[in-house]
């Protein structure tokens, strides 16, 4: 079976299919999205097509595609993301420990 896409206008207008309208860019016209490719789901290995798919694919496995974490931060496994009182704590616990191995040698 193959896909079709429509057009719905704004206007109350009937649908129009993609391949017979036309676009009116410079006068304001609507924005045509295409439908997204299919894909395999690296986390099942099932395919997956088009946006209903990714939809799915997402609310099965609770994830969120790439493209929505554009802008955030970028945490790397090396990423420290303890409040500055943690970081604190451990460099304080990390000294005392230096300091009893080192004193251990000395006594």
């Not at 676009?23 to 045509?32: A, F, H, K, N, Y």
Request: hydrophobic share 25%; net charge positive; glycine share 6%.
């Amino acid at each position: 079976m193959t896909r079709q896409s429509w057009i719905y206008p704004s206007d109350g207008s009937p649908p129009v299919r993609k391949e017979d309208y036309h676009l009116r860019s410079r006068e304001g016209g609507v924005t045509i999205m295409p439908d997204l490719p299919d894909f395999v789901s690296p986390i099942d290995g099932l395919a997956y097509s088009g946006r209903a798919g990714l939809r799915e694919h997402c609310k099965r496995h609770n994830v969120v595609p790439n493209a929505e974490l554009k802008g955030l931060p970028i945490l790397t496994s090396v990423s420290d993301t303890r409040s500055s009182e943690q970081k604190k704590q451990s460099a304080e616990h990390r000294k005392q420990v230096l300091i009893q191995q080192v004193s251990k040698h000395y006594r």
